[in-house]
């Protein structure tokens, strides 16, 4: 008689990351091909059409780059979000308004063939897309509106206004009627890579912003802040780094990145404003963020392979007559096993024989606790009553786990949970980044953090830390 | 201005809202058990294309809805095994529902573009005809369906001890979890109910808002209705008000043109949206006064590991 035990990982190897990646595109594509046989298509042809025939010639290369551009401008900057727990997913309004805004430049400018034009449209569109996010963190941080869905709604918001701007005051007059604006003029386009293509200079900016922001995140104390405030919000309070200005800093920056991919888009392959400017970009993105474990450099990677989803729907649809929106579907699966991916990188699943859960698993067992106190009486209680509960319920162990997490203010605590025997100290990862920042204030910090402890394994519960304010 | 008679605007207000109450009233269940599924809007389309094309095939309605039903109820159980059973994180699954839904609905749809079927039909009263009135209560199942629903997750989260254990899961899933309740098998319970209720909403749409089929039917219905849970602050019964305050926004857009209401009818058509975020504003509070934040269950969106 064995049982499984899922316990959390300190840390995670290399290989570990990597299959995380790699996992989930090969699980992806098997359960793609399920699709495809329930729609009695091929899953060969299916798959071919959709991840090896849109690459197999240059044009379609330098088609999968101007695809993964936007998505790997916007990605860094939702994963730089998410991060820090701000849930930015706006992002196609803010690209929306980018666009808009960078292309009212190029319209209404009076420096009309003057080489200041791209590089004016370029700081429009990043106010632009920083002032639309700007509005959700300031509903964020002033009347604590939920970002998910005040961001989301502003993104109907500036797709009505983008509709409102093409069919009416910005309609091209010569343009019979067609909802577009006219076609941006030399100097506000920007000039194409590879004669042939649809491969513009913008597509130089994706690399640089990348790398600005993995040396933002990794090497800046604002990264630091952002990092432990996503991690750790208790921590991150104690030490008294600003949420607010994260949200703020976060959401904008987000917002610019996603407003700077808005205008190259329109500048460098449509030419001019359209009802329609983007393909779900900024809702794709967000898969793109996750694919790329939320490093802006893994985001450049999982671009390129998100953005061979839109190529294979093209292609698809040529060869196969599937619908164009049959990319969503690769998509919403890519994300969904790259987030189940992600409990084996969290979580390590251990088989516990018999013997040692005799030992270790008795206090641990959840059949201990109901004695505490009789089930009516409690459940009219609400989040209040479960601290008061769980000190008495187990056997707390919270003091040695603070004093270790103080002595382990160096690099890593790698060297702390392989010491200590396999199952009598495992500390989360989070815990060690607390003790990294505040070692003044770590004991009050992990003895209110870990609130339910067991005799078997000392697992700090992360999850206390609710304040996001 | 012709037709702007009392009856007709108010079937077509309950038209508009009903598929964000049934959406809504599903959620709501959902989230009061700590769980955010953000999916709704693709467990809507899927719900959407399935009782359509059902009702194309077969033509029983009774069939229609039970596969629309059914339909929203496998999304949900697919994003509560990764959400709940390998703790992902809710809001990226609920999203990647929303993007697959999209997608299969398109897929499993692009047959039945542009095919139409009878839209479901009202029940009747006697004596409608003679009291003119009373023609607002000739509505679908579905619109007596949503009422009754509404009604008995109101008794049911209020007044029975399931609800209220589920509300103590919402709340603290530690505590619960103390207390020797399966906060997991809560929490599916609730996900698959607020599946069946999206799925049905979408049906609603397909089956007799706009009796047709196309991409993205929904048009973001199910965002608004996601909205709309806060608006209420998880009480059902100001759901109803916001519903029905969200449906008349979005038909006074129609109405607007026929009124010659001196602005675009794109500003009109962001007024729900609008709407959505100012109750937002205005629901949630400011960052200080903490007393009316507490109306958020307590462990929404967070997931739970059991310790041990």
Same mark, same amino acid.
């Not at chain 2, 069939?63 to 809001?91: D, E, H, K, P, Y």
């Not at chain 2, 020797?180 to 319970?189: A, T």
């Given at each position: 008689?064995?049982?499984?035990?899922?316990?959390?990982?300190?840390?995670?190897?290399?290989?570990?990351?990597?299959?995380?990646?790699?996992?989930?595109?090969?699980?992806?594509? @098997?359960?793609?091909?399920?699709?495809?046989?329930?729609?009695?298509?091929?899953?060969?042809?299916?798959?071919?059409?959709?991840?090896?025939?849109?690459?197999?010639?240059?044009?379609?290369?330098?088609? @999968?780059?101007?695809?993964?551009?936007?998505?790997?401008?916007?990605?860094?900057?939702?994963?730089? %979000?998410?991060?820090?727990?701000?849930?930015?997913?706006?992002?196609?309004? #803010?690209?929306?308004?980018?666009?808009?805004?960078?292309?009212?430049?190029?319209?209404?400018?009076?420096?009309?063939?003057?080489?200041?034009?791209?590089?004016?449209?370029?700081?429009?569109?990043?106010?632009?897309?920083?002032?639309?996010?700007?509005?959700?963190?300031?509903?964020?941080?002033?009347?604590?509106?939920?970002?998910?869905?005040?961001? @989301?709604?502003?993104?109907?918001?500036?797709?009505?206004?983008?509709?409102?701007?093409? #069919?009416?005051?910005?309609?091209?007059?010569?343009?019979?009627?067609?909802?577009?604006?006219?076609?941006?003029?030399?100097?506000?386009?920007?000039?194409?890579?590879?004669?042939?293509?649809?491969?513009?200079?913008?597509?130089?900016?994706?690399?640089?912003?990348?790398?600005?922001?993995?040396?933002? @995140?990794?090497?800046?104390?604002?990264?630091?802040?952002?990092?432990?405030?996503?991690?750790?919000?208790?921590?991150?309070?104690?030490?008294?780094?600003?949420?607010?200005?994260?949200?703020?800093?976060?959401?904008?920056?987000?917002?610019?990145?996603a407003g700077l991919a808005g205008t190259l888009e329109v500048s460098g392959v449509i030419g001019q404003l359209v009802p329609r400017i983007s393909p779900g970009y900024g809702f794709t993105?967000?898969?793109?963020?996750?694919?790329?474990?939320?490093?802006?450099?893994?985001?450049?990677?999982?671009?390129?392979?998100?953005?061979?989803?839109?190529?294979?729907?093209?292609?698809?649809?040529?060869?196969?007559?599937?619908?164009? %929106?049959?990319?969503?579907?690769?998509?919403?699966?890519?994300?969904?096993?790259?987030?189940?991916?992600?409990?084996?990188?969290?979580?390590?699943?251990?088989?516990?024989?018999?013997?040692?859960?005799?030992?270790?698993?008795?206090?641990?067992?959840?059949?201990?606790?109901?004695?505490?106190?009789?089930?009516?009486?409690?459940?009219?209680?609400?989040?209040?009553? %479960?601290?008061?509960?769980?000190?008495?319920?187990?056997?707390?162990?919270?003091?040695?786990?603070?004093?270790?997490?103080?002595?382990?203010?160096?690099?890593?605590?790698?060297?702390?949970?392989?010491?200590?025997?396999?199952?009598?100290?495992?500390?989360?990862?989070?815990?060690?980044?607390?003790?990294?920042?505040?070692?003044?204030?770590?004991?009050?910090?992990?003895?209110?953090?870990?609130?339910?402890?067991?005799?078997?394994?000392?697992?700090?519960?992360?999850?206390?830390?609710?304040?996001?304010? | 201005?012709?037709?702007?008679?009392?009856?007709?605007?108010?079937?077509?207000?309950?038209?508009?809202?009903?598929?964000?109450?049934?959406?809504?009233?599903?959620?709501?269940?959902? $989230?009061?058990?700590?769980?955010?599924?953000?999916?709704? $809007?693709?467990?809507?389309?899927?719900?959407?294309?399935?009782?359509?094309?059902?009702?194309? $095939?077969?033509?029983?309605?009774?069939?229609?809805?039970?596969?629309?039903?059914?339909?929203?109820?496998?999304?949900?159980?697919?994003?509560?095994?990764?959400?709940?059973?390998?703790?992902?994180?809710?809001?990226?699954?609920?999203?990647?529902?929303?993007?697959?839904?999209?997608?299969?609905?398109?897929?499993?749809?692009?047959?039945?573009?542009?095919?139409?079927?009878?839209?479901?039909?009202?029940?009747?009263?006697?004596?409608?005809?003679?009291?003119?009135?009373?023609?607002?209560?000739?509505?679908?199942?579905?619109?007596?369906?949503?009422?009754?629903?509404?009604?008995?997750?109101?008794?049911?989260?209020?007044?029975?001890?399931?609800?209220?254990?589920?509300?103590?899961?919402?709340?603290?899933?530690?505590?619960?979890?103390?207390?020797?309740?399966?906060?997991?098998?809560?929490?599916?319970?609730?996900?698959?109910?607020?599946?069946?209720?999206?799925?049905?909403?979408?049906? !609603?749409?397909?089956?007799?808002?706009?009796?047709?089929?196309? $991409?993205?039917?929904?048009?973001?219905?199910?965002?608004?209705?996601?909205?709309?849970?806060?608006?209420?602050?998880?009480?059902?019964?100001?759901?109803?008000?916001?519903?029905?305050?969200?449906?008349?926004?979005?038909?006074?857009?129609?109405?607007?043109?026929?009124?010659?209401?001196?602005?675009?009818?794109?500003?009109?058509?962001?007024?729900? !949206?609008?709407?959505?975020?100012?109750?937002?504003?205005?629901?949630?509070?400011s960052v200080s006064g903490r007393r009316r934040r507490l109306e958020a269950p307590g462990s929404l969106a967070r997931p739970f590991s059991p310790p041990g």
């Amino acid at each position: 008689m064995t049982r499984l035990r899922v316990e959390p990982r300190t840390s995670a190897p290399l290989s570990l990351h990597v299959a995380a990646f790699a996992v989930p595109v090969a699980a992806t594509a @098997l359960l793609g091909s399920l699709v495809f046989l329930s729609f009695s298509i091929s899953p060969l042809a299916g798959l071919h059409a959709f991840f090896v025939a849109p690459v197999s010639s240059a044009h379609g290369l330098s088609e @999968l780059l101007v695809k993964a551009a936007p998505l790997t401008l916007i990605g860094c900057g939702l994963a730089l %979000a998410f991060r820090s727990n701000t849930w930015n997913i706006g992002a196609e309004g #803010q690209f929306t308004l980018g666009a808009i805004a960078g292309c009212g430049v190029a319209l209404f400018a009076p420096w009309q063939d003057s080489a200041l034009m791209l590089p004016a449209m370029i700081l429009a569109a990043l106010a632009a897309g920083a002032f639309w996010a700007g509005i959700v963190a300031w509903l964020r941080t002033r009347f604590a509106a939920n970002e998910i869905l005040s961001s @989301l709604m502003l993104v109907y918001v500036a797709q009505f206004l983008l509709l409102w701007l093409v #069919q009416g005051p910005w309609r091209d007059p010569d343009g019979f009627n067609f909802p577009e604006t006219r076609l941006l003029q030399d100097a506000a386009t920007l000039s194409p890579l590879l004669p042939g293509t649809r491969l513009h200079s913008g597509v130089l900016f994706v690399l640089p912003a990348a790398v600005c922001l993995w040396l933002i @995140l990794y090497r800046s104390l604002f990264g630091f802040q952002l990092r432990v405030v996503g991690a750790a919000p208790r921590a991150a309070r104690f030490a008294g780094f600003s949420r607010a200005r994260i949200i703020w800093l976060t959401l904008c920056l987000g917002g610019a990145l996603a407003g700077l991919a808005g205008t190259l888009e329109v500048s460098g392959v449509i030419g001019q404003l359209v009802p329609r400017i983007s393909p779900g970009y900024g809702f794709t993105a967000i898969i793109v963020a996750f694919l790329g474990g939320l490093h802006p450099l893994g985001v450049v990677a999982a671009a390129l392979l998100v953005a061979l989803t839109y190529l294979g729907a093209e292609t698809a649809q040529i060869l196969l007559g599937l619908p164009h %929106a049959a990319a969503g579907i690769f998509q919403g699966l890519l994300l969904f096993t790259v987030l189940g991916g992600g409990f084996l990188r969290r979580y390590r699943v251990r088989v516990i024989p018999r013997a040692e859960t005799a030992t270790a698993g008795t206090a641990g067992t959840t059949k201990t606790a109901p004695s505490l106190s009789s089930p009516s009486s409690t459940i009219t209680g609400t989040t209040k009553t %479960a601290p008061s509960l769980s000190p008495s319920s187990s056997t707390t162990t919270a003091p040695s786990l603070s004093s270790s997490t103080i002595t382990e203010t160096t690099k890593t605590a790698a060297p702390l949970s392989s010491s200590s025997s396999s199952l009598s100290s495992t500390t989360t990862a989070t815990e060690t980044v607390t003790g990294k920042v505040t070692t003044k204030t770590t004991p009050s910090l992990s003895s209110s953090s870990s609130s339910s402890t067991t005799a078997g394994t000392t697992k700090t519960v992360t999850k206390t830390e609710t304040d996001d304010g | 201005m012709a037709d702007l008679s009392l009856v007709p605007f108010i079937l077509t207000v309950s038209a508009a809202s009903l598929p964000l109450l049934l959406a809504a009233t599903g959620e709501l269940v959902v $989230e009061r058990s700590g769980v955010l599924n953000l999916g709704l $809007e693709g467990m809507m389309l899927v719900g959407a294309v399935c009782g359509f094309i059902v009702q194309v $095939e077969f033509g029983v309605s009774v069939l229609s809805l039970g596969a629309a039903w059914a339909s929203g109820m496998l999304m949900a159980g697919l994003f509560g095994i990764l959400a709940l059973g390998l703790r992902t994180n809710q809001v990226a699954t609920g999203l990647a529902l929303t993007i697959f839904g999209t997608g299969l609905s398109a897929l499993a749809g692009a047959d039945y573009v542009g095919r139409t079927v009878e839209p479901l039909s009202r029940l009747g009263f006697p004596g409608a005809d003679r009291f003119g009135w009373l023609g607002v209560f000739e509505q679908t199942f579905l619109f007596w369906f949503a009422v009754v629903m509404l009604l008995l997750v109101h008794v049911f989260l209020f007044r029975t001890r399931p609800g209220l254990v589920l509300r103590a899961v919402g709340e603290s899933h530690d505590a619960a979890h103390a207390l020797g309740y399966g906060v997991v098998r809560w929490r599916f319970g609730a996900l698959l109910f607020g599946g069946g209720m999206s799925g049905l909403a979408g049906a !609603y749409i397909s089956l007799s808002y706009t009796p047709l089929w196309s $991409e993205g039917l929904t048009a973001g219905r199910g965002w608004i209705a996601l909205a709309l849970v806060v608006f209420a602050a998880w009480v059902p019964w100001r759901l109803l008000l916001g519903t029905l305050l969200f449906g008349a926004i979005s038909v006074l857009e129609l109405y607007g043109q026929g009124l010659g209401i001196g602005v675009a009818p794109h500003f009109l058509a962001m007024l729900p !949206y609008l709407a959505t975020v100012a109750a937002l504003a205005l629901i949630s509070g400011s960052v200080s006064g903490r007393r009316r934040r507490l109306e958020a269950p307590g462990s929404l969106a967070r997931p739970f590991s059991p310790p041990g």
